[in-house]
Nanobody, 125 residues
Framework: VQLQASGGGLVQAGGSLRLSCAAS????????MGWFRQGPGKEREFVAA????????SYADSVKDRFTISRDVAMNTVYLQMNVLKPEDTAVYYC???????????????????WGHGTQVTVSS
């Protein structure tokens, strides 16, 4: 599966952005989809993930209650709605896909087999 992330940009603290990740070349409904981010000089970290059916979601503590992950099967797209953005949310955001089926939603980058190019999110103070 190929993934294409978009929607990043420059926003002031307290603002909102919606990221999109369009999938192609695979059966979208088979994949757990995740969002990760990597700030300058930092390792890639988990942000949010959603199961194949969309029935379960997982969030990093740092974004819980501010970010919402969703997926549109008809559009083969996963979204990340980001509200109340903070300067510490500044990073390159990546979407990933994995075929793993588990009771526990994977939150480590190594669990994801497919990645898109990142999209830059910059939050100014």
């Amino acid at each position: 599966v190929q993934l294409q992330a978009s929607g990043g940009g420059l926003v002031q603290a307290g603002g909102s952005l919606r990221l999109s990740c369009a999938a192609s070349g695979g059966t979208f409904s088979r994949y757990v989809m995740g969002w990760f981010r990597q700030g300058p000089g930092k390792e890639r970290e988990f942000v949010a993930a959603i199961t194949q059916s969309g029935g379960r979601r997982s969030y990093a503590d740092s974004v819980k209650d501010r970010f919402t992950i969703s997926r549109d099967v008809a559009m083969n797209t996963v979204y990340l709605q980001m509200n109340v953005l903070k300067p510490e949310d500044t990073a390159v955001y990546y979407c990933g896909a994995t075929l793993v089926r588990s009771l526990v939603i994977p939150t480590t980058p190594t669990a994801y087999d497919y990645w898109g190019h990142g999209t830059q999110v910059t939050v100014s103070s």
